[in-house]
C-alpha cells in the first residue's frame, strides 16, 4: 500500500499544474496563482503552492485576483480552492476581507486504481454502463439534482454536453434499475499524468446502502486501468467518504472551496 506522502506528493506534482484544468477558456498567471476563467462566466483560483508568501504578500495576491475578475462582466462567481496541508498565512483573513464565503471542507481522497478495481456484487436488477446520447446524459443530470436535493435544471447537463463535445476521456456512468437510472458518477482522466478523478457521485436516496456507488466506483477504477492510470482521486463529502474508504481510498488532506459571487 502506497503511504500517504507518497499520494500527497504525487496530488501535489501533478495535479496542481494546467492539468487541474483541462476544460478552462483561459489562464492567467499571477505569481504563484493560476486564475482560470470557464465557460458560464466562472472564475477558479488554484495554484502548486504559494512560493513562501507571507501574510502581507498573500493579502496582496488576493487583491490582485479580484480586480482581475472584476475587471471581467462575464465573471458570475469566483472559487478559490484551498487545500489544507499548504502552508498560507492569513489567507482565510484575506479572503473573508474580500467577499469570499468559505464553505464546507471536504476530504483530498487517493487511492490506487489497481486496488479498487475489484469485483462488486451488484443487487438484483441493476446494470451499470457508460451514456453518451443527450436524452441520457439529461436523465443522468435530472436524478443526480434530485439525489442532491436541488432543483432539476438543465444548467449540469448542458456542462456535461459541453465537456463531452471536447472528447478529452470524460465517462459517465449509471447504475439503472428497469431503465431509471438510480446511480451515476464521472471519471475524468487527466491528461499527462498517473491520474484519473472520479467525480459527481450520486444515488437515490431509496438506492442507498446497498453497494451500488461502490460498484460504480469499482467499474470506474476498472476503466482508468485500462487507460493506464495508476491513481484515481476525489473531493468527498463527509457523506461519500465512508464508501471511498470502504473502496479503498485514503483521505490525504482537505480541500476547502470559498466563492465569491460578482458585485
Do not use: C, N
Request: glycine fraction near 8%; charge should be negative; avoid cysteine.
Amino acid at each position: 500500500m502506497t503511504d500517504v506522502a507518497t499520494l500527497l506528493r504525487a496530488y501535489d506534482e501533478q495535479l496542481r499544474t494546467d492539468a487541474e484544468t483541462p476544460s478552462a477558456i483561459s489562464v492567467t498567471r499571477l505569481g504563484p496563482l493560476r486564475l482560470v476563467t470557464f465557460a458560464g462566466g466562472r472564475g477558479f483560483v488554484t495554484y502548486q503552492d504559494l512560493d513562501g508568501a507571507d501574510a502581507d504578500e498573500i493579502a496582496d495576491l488576493v487583491a490582485q485576483a479580484v480586480a482581475h475578475y472584476d475587471a471581467d462582466p462575464d465573471i458570475k462567481r469566483v472559487e478559490w480552492k484551498t487545500r489544507g496541508h499548504d502552508v498560507a498565512p492569513g489567507l482565510h483573513e484575506a479572503l473573508l476581507a474580500h467577499g469570499f464565503v468559505e464553505e464546507e471542507p471536504e476530504s483530498i481522497m487517493i487511492g490506487e486504481v489497481a486496488a479498487l478495481a475489484v469485483d462488486v456484487p451488484l443487487p438484483d436488477g441493476i446494470t451499470l454502463r457508460t451514456v453518451h446520447e443527450e436524452p441520457d446524459v439529461r436523465a443522468m443530470a435530472a436524478m443526480e439534482d434530485v439525489a442532491f436535493g436541488d432543483p432539476v435544471s438543465d444548467r449540469s447537463a448542458d456542462a456535461l454536453m459541453r465537456r463531452l463535445s471536447l472528447d478529452d476521456g470524460m465517462e459517465l456512468w449509471v447504475a439503472e434499475h428497469d431503465g431509471e437510472i438510480v446511480s451515476a458518477g464521472r471519471l475524468e482522466p487527466v491528461a499527462g499524468t498517473e491520474f484519473a478523478g472520479i467525480w459527481g457521485g450520486a444515488t437515490l436516496k431509496e438506492w442507498r446502502g446497498r453497494g451500488i456507488y461502490r460498484a460504480l466506483t469499482s467499474a470506474r477504477a476498472r476503466s482508468a486501468l485500462r487507460l493506464g492510470k495508476r491513481y484515481m482521486h476525489s473531493d468527498s463529502t463527509p457523506m461519500s467518504r465512508p464508501i471511498l474508504e470502504r473502496s479503498g481510498m485514503v483521505a490525504v488532506s482537505t480541500t476547502t472551496p470559498y466563492l465569491r459571487t460578482a458585485r
